[in-house]
């Protein structure tokens, strides 16, 4: 009886010292699990009994390092990594290929013009309030779709379908990106767009081939629309130019034909009024009063000399003038005993 009781004896006091050991070790798991390594690129929060431990920003967020905290049953270390850029596509209002855009067999876009387009994106965003992201919200992803898919619709109804599908894609992903951000500040979601990119801007399968024929009329009407003003552009300022220069040209030859004419007129008085006063001077001569300068047969058969003689030096002065241009002479004879003079 006594063996029995020592080998009892012996049992129980192993399991106690096994179970001393295993307690021991389960206290010091609690005692080091408030332990924790928040990792760079990340922040930690610490709710104790449910409430974020900090009376501000600074001492709610903790930055990547060791963080201290009590064991896991008092308090809860919540990590967020604000260092991530995180990219999610949405599809919301995008159908694949081969499949029907009626019903609720896939998502479309209604434009503002009363047409339909598919349209997917790809959204890059950042967490940027920690506190806000770890205690508002629940699905992240679901947020940012409804936030995105939400200004998707409201935007286009403001576009028309040429426009979304053409040149009006990238103030269309603006548009969305900002009406996306103010809606995720409004539901304090912590977290901020960077970037909005469309990846499929297209018509519905079923009506691709006459979208793609109008625009592709679209497209050759304002290639023809270009050129003409292209040669608009090059054709109107030659003619300004050409016209001018026309001007420009009459004026001068107007310029000279006006002083040429002035000479000669000038020239004409002059002569004429020569003229005029040795037909005074030979009536003076003869007898008769300064204002009778007719009627007389000998004073005007000696006018008539004396108008022959000026003639004869006026033409002698244009010959010798004409002469005086001409460098080399060549004296020919045409047969008839004439001479040709050919500078």
């Known amino acids: 009886m006594k063996k029995k009781q020592t080998v009892l004896g012996d049992v129980l006091e192993t399991v106690t010292k096994y179970f001393l050991i295993v307690v021991a070790v389960v206290v010091l ?3 080091f699990s408030g332990i924790r390594v928040v990792k760079s690129g990340n922040v930690a929060l610490v709710l104790r009994f449910g409430k974020l431990v ?22 809860e270390v919540i990590t967020v990594p604000t260092g991530n850029v995180v990219e999610q596509s949405v599809t919301t209002h995008y159908t694949p290929d081969g499949q029907s855009v009626q019903g609720l067999q896939g998502g479309y876009l209604i434009t503002g013009d009363q047409n339909i387009a598919v349209v997917s994106a790809s959204v890059k965003y950042t967490i940027t309030d920690p506190v806000a992201y770890a205690l508002h919200v629940k699905d992240i992803s679901l947020l940012v779709d409804t936030a995105v898919s939400n200004a998707m619709v409201c935007e286009s109804a403001n576009m028309e379908v040429d426009s979304l599908l053409t040149d009006g894609k990238d103030d269309f992903a603006s548009a969305i990106l900002k009406r996306a951000t103010e809606k995720l ?25 006459s979208f793609q024929a109008v625009n592709a009329a679209s497209v050759q009407a304002e290639t023809v629309v270009q050129r003409a003003k292209t040669y608009e552009s090059t054709l109107i300022p030659e003619a300004h130019a050409k016209a001018n220069a026309t001007v420009a040209k009459a004026t001068s030859a107007k310029a000279a034909a006006i002083s040429a004419a002035n000479v000669e007129l000038a020239e004409f008085m002059g002569i004429a009024e020569e003229l005029s006063s040795r037909r005074a001077a030979i009536y003076a001569a003869h007898g008769h009063d ?8 000998e004073c005007d058969e000696t006018y008539a000399t004396v108008q022959k003689a000026v003639e004869t030096r006026l033409y002698t002065d244009r010959f010798a003038a004409a002469i ?17 003079i050919d500078p």
């Open 29 to 31: 798991f609690i005692l």
């Open 54 to 75: 900090g009376d501000n920003y600074e001492e709610q967020v903790h930055e990547p390092g060791l963080l201290f905290a009590f064991p896991y049953f008092i308090d």
């Open 185 to 209: 500040e409004l539901m304090q979601a912590g977290v901020t767009i960077a970037s909005v990119e469309l990846t499929q801007v297209a018509a519905p399968e079923e009506v691709r081939d």
């Open 290 to 297: 300064a204002e009778v300068t007719s009627g007389c047969a």
């Open 324 to 340: 005086a241009k001409i460098k080399k002479v060549y004296l020919v004879s045409d047969g008839d005993n004439k001479i040709i």
